[in-house]
Structure formats: C-alpha cells, structure tokens
Nanobody, 124 residues
Framework: QVQLVESGGGLVQAGGSLRLSCAPS????????FAWFRQAPGKERESVAA??????YYADFAKGRFTISRDNAKNTVYLQMNGLKPEDTAVYYC???????????????????WGQGTQVTVSS
C-alpha cells in the first residue's frame, strides 16, 4: 500500500510561485507514474501534469508555467508552479499509478493511490 503526502500549498499573490511536494510513504516502483490533479470549488477535478520514467505530460493550461519533476534519491515528486493566477486556486492532489508507457494523457482511472490534497490559493 502506498500513501502519498502532499505539502507546499498556501496563499500566494497572482504572479507568484509555489512548489508542491509529494512524498510516497511506501516503496514505489521506479517505473510508477506520478501525477498532479486539482479541484476548484464547484468544479470537477482536472489533471495538471504527470511524470514517469519515459517523460512528462502537461495539461494545456500548465504548459510553460508548471514543471513536474521527480527526485528519485529523495523519493519525492514536485510541482513547481510559476506565474500563478487566481484561477489556479484549488486543492491539488498527488496521485501514483502503474503507468509505464508513454504519457499521452493523464487519466484518473490509471492512478490507484491518492494523497489528501493541499490547498493552493492565489489572490488577485
């Protein structure tokens, strides 16, 4: 069983930056994919970015502003968010799953393990 713990959320002004972290508590296969999703109040959860051993994938709104990375030595996945906008306000969730092929999209059903989420609030 893998438990994911997110951290790094908070309140930031528009244009600012935050770095979210996701640390699995159990052992994860190095081929596992990790992804970030987010859910804003009153909206459905949407994908943000994903990473596995083959590469990365970003939602269109995240391209150029967000960067997903993985530190295998620390067993931690990061989401660096720059140029934040008020519309980025949401609860951000880290997820892990056995997605070993090329990332051609980010599909919730592919991710078996989820964190509790961390709140990101961007003020205008």
């Amino acid at each position: 069983q893998v438990q994911l713990v997110e951290s790094g959320g908070g309140l930031v002004q528009a244009g600012g930056s935050l770095r979210l972290s996701c640390a699995p508590s159990g052992r994860t296969d190095r081929y596992y994919a990790f992804a970030w999703f987010r859910q804003a109040p009153g909206k459905e959860r949407e994908s943000v970015a994903a990473i596995n051993w083959r590469g990365t994938y970003y939602a269109d709104f995240a391209k150029g502003r967000f960067t997903i990375s993985r530190d295998n030595a620390k067993n931690t996945v990061y989401l660096q968010m720059n140029g934040l906008k008020p519309e980025d306000t949401a609860v951000y969730y880290c997820a892990a799953g056995n997605v070993v092929g090329n990332l051609v999209g980010i599909f919730e059903a592919s991710y078996s393990y989820w964190g509790q989420g961390t709140q990101v609030t961007v003020s205008s």
